[in-house]
């Protein structure tokens, strides 16, 4: 069974910074069909942030485009979200999501991330 665990939000002040990590574990990150996150504001949808596939193709939402990356480390069967420039509408719980074959869905328990002055 595949768990994930987040970890590395908190509050932060507008065009701050944070790394958001997923740590993976009953399975290899390197063998999912694919890996995202996820974020759900306060009375909204939960929202793609960005997915990554195992060849590596990533897909942004534009909202994030330039200030978000993606990264993955095999090594410690994590992936990490690294978040810059941040603004007060980033303000939500994020999810990491993982796609192992092609209908096995996991997701962490989530990270709340808050940005404001």
């Known amino acids: 069974q595949v768990q994930l665990v987040e970890s590395g939000g908190g509050l932060v002040q507008p065009g701050g910074s944070l790394r958001l990590s997923c740590a993976a574990s009953g399975g290899r990150i390197s063998s999912f069909s694919a890996m995202g996150w996820y974020r759900q504001a306060p009375g909204k949808e939960r929202e793609l942030v960005v997915g990554?596939?195992?060849?590596?193709?990533?897909n942004y939402a534009d909202s994030v485009k330039g200030r978000f990356t993606i990264s993955r480390d095999n090594a410690k069967n994590t992936v990490y979200l690294q978040m810059n420039v941040l603004k007060p509408e980033d303000t939500a719980v994020y999810y990491c999501?993982?796609?192992?074959?092609?209908?096995?869905?996991?997701w962490g328990q989530g990270t709340q991330v808050t940005v404001s002055s």
């Open positions: 990554i596939i195992s060849g590596g193709i990533t």
């Open positions: 999501n993982a796609i192992v074959g092609q209908r096995d869905y996991y």
